[in-house]
């Protein structure tokens, strides 16, 4: 095996797709206004509404923390709880964000299958949260990671039945889209379909994991929900005074169906992969493989260091429990080689040492 | 006069050095680690390092607001007292972001000339805070403006003369160094002279307004004043996955001085329109010009409007006080526009009329 | 003179009045629910809602800090701006707690005479403050100080002078009424005239200054304003389990007339100094004497020195300005003491060596 | 059965202890200084420092919310996280105030029996916390409750075990001490014993739920723990101008050992209880009765709603889980209402009609 990069880290550690950077050398000529009030931002918003087909308002972040953290606080009251998946990144990774942009906005962990938070398991915490008692937070989101942080997809019905409880609580839906191209591409459904028609009033928009350079976004669908989120957003730092150059990569990644054909590349290679896992015995997929991720349990934990001291990338989430991630620009070789290594790891393979990685 | 734009209003309008987009292109091969554990992150922290000549630490953050508050919250209690001047960014522009990010911090306007603290005004309002009574927020930092607000620029002096009175009552010295180039360019010395070397513990390197697209940084000198700048930076969102793409942008910012020559393109068009209207009679420069702002204060309210009547682009900052702002790729006949416009206002041109713009 | 103290510190420095104590032994039989869910706390909503002749609601808390920053956060966004005089209390003496509560609320001082916010000024602070735009805070609320930080007393006409500028542009007004009952006695006016007639929307109410404990309390009458401040006060970790003990020295303090007749006592105290001050050349009166504070200019900071030398308690604000605060139980002796002595300082005194103090 | 109250909802219905409010009657003499600066205040230091042993600063506080959420914020960074049980009081009961005052600070929920924290469980969750990533919150403090909110009493050595743990990795040890007394009287130790030599950094001493009026304490044994605790308190509005009337409070309270000795009563009281109700079946203790509280499962649903039915006053927890806790001033008629009242529930006692309470 020659010294090839076999990286499933995240898709975060992907190239940023050809056209998107192409598209910052389209806009890099006049002059503009600062802040958000050029001419590409406000082209940026009457095309986004017509790819949601409603009215938005849609505000290039730099990532997703800022954008979910925003979009929370600006939903929320500093006394409020958002509720999450126990696995949601909001929980996991983000490092107090939502606390700290929400004033103190509290956390709460609603069960589910695959990383989703189920509708009747929120139910049942908004009625047992003690609403109008003061000493106890008051329920005001619920966040749902659109694909999950488990590599599954929601359903159009599972996103309709927790806003439906939500909504009829007073709770502001919010998704974390930090994969809502990969999701969108395995619904087969329209943007509308996937997130306000079902119920979504804030949608943090992934693009960076998926071929942008700098950019996520925050697409207000409610904006009553979140009246004043342009004085968060700045108060918070995450106002660019070249904003064009955000607007520019949003832009060019719903051109044309960029974003979804780059998701349906990072999806098909872990749809591959998981279909030749599937075929072995040993391994256990933990959750469906929806989108471009693998959630896969090896037989033994040697078996995982059996897989890093080959050289493949990837993240170790318990003693036998790997993350796999599929970026746009992973290639068929990449896959195979994983998947040859696995087979090596677990002793199917007819001649594992013949192919074996020098050490 | 063709339909050229004339355009003063800040030099966040401007494009971005042809150089950095380049830089985007260089770096987008492979997969790198995210979050700032990529190579060219690690490349930025050695090339800053040798570009200040000591030890640093430097963090790519999306917006100089963003650098400033971080830098601020990092290194004050939640019940400091930052002093700045009253014409600061922070005071004036941020939105709350001092307070936001430091947890209820407070600003102290200090006096002094031309944007710039008065070392002084400073110990005279550490002297009168009340150090030690818990009623009283506490001295945690000072905030000096490099280019300032008004145009001016500290001399190195002056930095350390405000550095010695901060240092030796225990509060912690930050630049906002949103124009720290053209600073550096006027100054003519060392980027450690303007620095470190005259007391300044942690400096928002502005990028963004001088060429840049996305990106601005904190570089910190004295890493126990901001000990947890990392994690500060991750709660508030603002670390980017595919944070190679901002470490490039600074990497190409740096290299052949490509920072020096653009300030010093965007200094000399201040200092060509300076030269010419303090020929004027009637104008009044508010403050010397010494990087690439200019604050004009014209005969009438009157003579404003004429020039926003002709399409002069600029920012209008009281009844007769304009603020024009050249941008690195400012060309000599925008310069020539305004200062034409400027002479029609004042009736001094011979023709105003032949060289009226259309309306 | 016998080791009698002359104590001009502060209201705060003096007793409780009996009746506040004698209360807290009337109320505690029996049991009562907790966090003001006790028959009491209903109670004093019944008695303030006459005593101010409208329907309102009442929380008692531990500070007038306390007081200050919920009514304030919980009538503010975290982007706003508050307006108040720059000598309010709020900004020289709360330690940031405005900015805390409030997620970084901003306090912008407003000029006026005698500690007042004027309200022209006003005017002029909220048309210049950028309504509208993202990137300066957005003005929210005014805070006026009665009586002053300065001593002296705003008319009903004044306060609703300020009232109108600030309700026309969105603005809520609160009173920070640390002195509210000694202003009332020198008003001679109901407390719904000097409240909410004349457009205060939330007033913090000082009780622990005119002889309480432990207690102030805020009174909101704009309950559209505030909706949410019990939870503010509950995750402040402001809300009394044995609330009871809290209502019952509101209870006394009104009961009978019992805050008005405390504050005459401290009102006339510092009125009958003043009286005999102004007879005396050197001295000056910084604000007039409407409550129970005197601001006075010595001729020399001598002068002050030698006040502090005969052991006399009081505060110095500047080099020759000392504040002298009567208690309501300031007595006579101690009045002509004070006087006595200014007078020996100003050498004005016929036989100063025969009544000096003992070293 | 005469309209006599059996008022089992919590301890903070119940009285203060008379020699309290004698307190009261005592120090108000004279006039002292405000915040803290008075000779009562400085006495309970010195009286504080022989109860526990050590030197240490005491801070009264309003509130047992307060007091834990100051002493976690002084103690903690913004994106810190706090351990503590699932059931501990900052997590059920504080309205978010952890996060409020500590910028963010996430609660992290370890388990372990009746409301402890396992030593084991908490090394568990900081191995797998990401010490050093910055997209995870650190590590920061534990927090213990004495006695737990289920009533359990840790013993000396679980908390030196917890301690063990939290110290080896930078963590504070925080004890929420709201029924610290209860406990003392249990274990029956020192205090010192019970507190700092057993590892605890930083104690919210109850006082209120024991018989005060309106004041709980911090009490910190780690000085550099939590350096700024003063500016925390002044900040938040924590700090009285008459302090002098909650340090006189805690003085009586330790005085002639009255804080256990009502302790005692409380523990009798429910002891008592916990033994005639271990005599009848179809009831759970589930909890050991360690303190002044009782966590009783009953046989149905039915039997709860009896118990309202007759008058008796407790919290309900869940469908057939009641909480009865008992005050320093429960009488023993009280207790023998509620167990008359519960044999009746269950069916067992003889003449249930007879003893029945009109509907």
């Known amino acids: 095996m020659p010294h090839t990069t076999v990286d499933f880290r995240s898709d975060n550690c992907g190239r940023a797709a050809p056209e998107m950077i192409a598209a910052l050398h389209a806009v890099n000529t006049g002059t503009e206004l600062g802040y958000g009030g050029d001419t590409l931002t406000a082209a940026l918003q009457t095309r986004l509404t017509q790819v949601f087909e409603t009215p938005l308002r849609v505000y290039p972040v730099p990532t997703g923390t800022a954008a979910n953290a925003v979009a929370l606080a600006a939903s929320c009251t500093p006394f409020g709880a958002v509720y999450c998946h126990a696995q949601a990144h909001i929980n996991t990774s983000e490092c107090n964000a939502t606390g700290f942009f929400g004033g103190g906005t509290k956390l709460v962990a609603v069960d589910g299958e695959h990383g989703k938070v189920s509708a009747d398991a929120l139910l049942r915490e908004i009625e047992g949260a003690g609403v109008g008692l003061a000493h106890k937070n008051q329920p005001a989101a619920v966040n749902l990671v659109q694909a999950t942080d488990m590599g599954a997809v929601y359903g159009v019905e599972e996103i309709a039945d927790v806003s439906r409880v939500a909504h009829a609580r007073g709770l502001a839906v919010h998704m974390d889209g930090a994969r809502f191209a990969n999701a969108l591409a395995t619904l087969g459904c329209s943007p509308a379909d996937a997130s306000w028609r079902a119920g979504v009033d804030l949608l943090s928009l992934g693009v960076t994991k998926n071929g942008g350079l700098l950019t996520d976004a925050i697409v207000v669908f ?66 469906p493989v929806q989108a471009n991720e693998l959630f896969v349990e090896l037989p033994s934990a040697q078996a995982l260091e059996g897989l890093q001291a080959e050289g493949i990338l990837f993240q170790r989430r318990g003693p036998r429990l790997a993350r796999f991630v599929c970026r746009w620009d992973t290639g068929e070789s990449e896959c195979a080689a994983l998947v040859a290594a696995i087979e090596r790891q677990l002793g199917t393979a007819t001649t594992p040492q013949a192919n074996g990685a020098p050490s």
């Open 222 to 287: 409610a904006p009553d929900v979140a009246a004043n989120i342009g004085y968060h957003l700045r108060r918070a730092g995450l106002v660019w005074s070249k904003m064009r150059f955000a607007s520019a990569q949003i832009m060019a990644y719903v051109e044309d169906d960029l974003w979804l054909r780059l998701a349906r590349q990072a999806n098909a290679a872990a749809g591959g992969i998981a279909q030749r896992l599937s075929a072995l015995a040993g391994i256990r997929l933990v959750a």
